[in-house]
């Protein structure tokens, strides 16, 4: 079992990636075309938000502060995400591909967490597991939509 200030770094790192994903995908719907796409940004949006909320509750109780902005990293994939985005017009491929690698991101990191706290009795792990979840099923939201758009 880790010490409350080890828990508050750990879930602290995921605060920050969540303040990220919600950033790259406020990011999303401002340069997206039509309501689909619009939509699911603020889907994702809002899904990154309950995700930093929850996280945010814990540190908390722990007697921490959540994390406010995002990582260098992160700043750094927003500013080529916007990048991207701008050079190739807006084209709707760019943009889910980019928010796809995101999240291939994102789950990595929420598995090594979950490889960490591999014990379902430690006190973040349901918690992370939900998360990670969630994750995968946003990932998996992303690819659907660009199959569905770009059938060959």
């Known amino acids: 079992m880790q010490n409350s200030r080890e ?23 401002k340069e997206a075309d039509g309501p689909t796409l619009k939509y699911l940004f603020g889907r994702l949006e809002e899904n990154s938000r309950t995700c930093k909320e929850e996280l945010s509750n814990e540190i908390r109780k722990l007697g921490g502060i959540p994390k406010e902005g995002i990582s260098a990293s992160g700043k750094i994939f927003t500013a080529w995400m916007r990048v991207k985005i701008a050079l190739s017009n807006k084209n709707k491929r760019v943009i889910l591909n980019s928010c796809a690698y995101g999240e291939d991101i994102n789950i990595k990191a929420y598995e090594d967490l ?39």
């Open 7 to 29: 828990n508050i770094e750990m879930l602290n790192r995921l605060v920050e990636i969540n303040n990220c994903r919600f950033e790259s995908y406020c990011q999303a719907a």
């Open 114 to 152: 979950l490889t960490v706290s591999d014990d379902p009795a430690d006190a973040y792990h349901h918690l992370i597991e939900k998360q990670y979840s969630m994750l995968k099923a946003d990932h998996e939201r992303i690819q659907n939509l660009g199959k569905a758009l770009f059938k060959a």
